[in-house]
């Protein structure tokens, strides 16, 4: 069931988002060449503990980390290790904070030091995917409005979109209605309505959108081994527009 949040309520959810947000700025001071997704683990959950949130995922249907680390051809729900992260390497880290009831959810992708062209290339593509999605989605457009042109720029640099993992509403569960992924064709699908959370998470994949899951249920891979990227906000849907809850600037 679609659970519109009212203004009050998207205010009340903008502390949880503020959390991530912060996360994200702080792994971005500490990524670099022989730091472990292990180090980025612990550094998520001492900011969250801290902030007297908590972290979502630690115990959702069997997961047991604060953070997922998706490294090279990981797509998503990587578990964090104590490996330590190599120069050339990317990584996508998803948090998702509970603060007060309310969820914030963001993943973002991190540079290892210096990379290959070809890997800057797909993290800046993504990102703009992220950024084209999250402006047409307002008021009276339909999902396929925000999804088509995202999916369009992805293709035309040479680049699939991850099909089999969905972007979804967020509010007081981590998973709410409505539930989409980003491929879709324009004035198709449900309408943007006032009120709504949700993520705007485009996975974005050098080869096939094709994917794997590994034999631990849920590391998810590119099925060709190649590189995959994505960058995720949560945002609320206002009359006035997209808001981004979890902005790290």
């Not at 047409?136 to 396929?144: D, E, F, L, S």
């Not at 088509?148 to 993992?165: C, F, I, T, W």
Request: hydrophobic fraction near 40%.
């Amino acid at each position: 069931m679609l659970t519109l949040k009212s203004p009050s309520e998207i205010e009340q959810m903008k502390p949880a988002g503020a959390i991530v947000a912060a996360c994200h700025r702080e792994i971005a001071k500490m990524i670099r060449p022989g730091v472990s997704t292990w180090d980025i683990e612990e550094l998520v959950d001492d900011i969250l503990h801290q902030a007297g949130a908590r972290a979502y995922t630690k115990g959702y249907k069997g997961f047991k980390y604060a953070t997922c680390a998706s490294v090279n051809e990981v797509i998503a729900h990587g578990f964090p290790n104590k490996n330590p992260l190599k120069e050339g390497d990317i990584v996508t880290i998803d948090i998702v904070s509970q603060l007060d009831g309310w969820i914030g959810d963001s993943a973002w992708t991190y540079a290892v030091g210096q990379v290959s062209e070809e890997a800057e290339k797909l993290m800046r593509v993504t990102k703009e995917c992220l950024y084209i999605g999250i402006e047409k989605a307002v008021v009276g457009n339909r999902i396929g409005d925000a999804m088509h042109p995202l999916q369009k720029h992805a293709e035309a640099n040479g680049y699939s979109m991850v099909r089999d993992l969905a972007a979804h509403g967020v509010g007081r569960e981590l998973h709410e209605e409505p539930s989409f992924i980003h491929v879709g064709n324009p004035g198709k699908g449900f309408r943007f309505q006032e009120g709504m959370v949700l993520t705007i998470e485009p996975m974005v994949n050098a080869g096939t959108w094709r994917m794997k899951i590994d034999a631990d249920g849920w590391t998810c891979r590119t099925a060709d081994g190649k590189l995959s990227a994505q960058y995720e906000h949560t945002i609320a849907i206002t009359k006035d527009g997209p808001v981004i809850l979890t902005a790290q600037d």
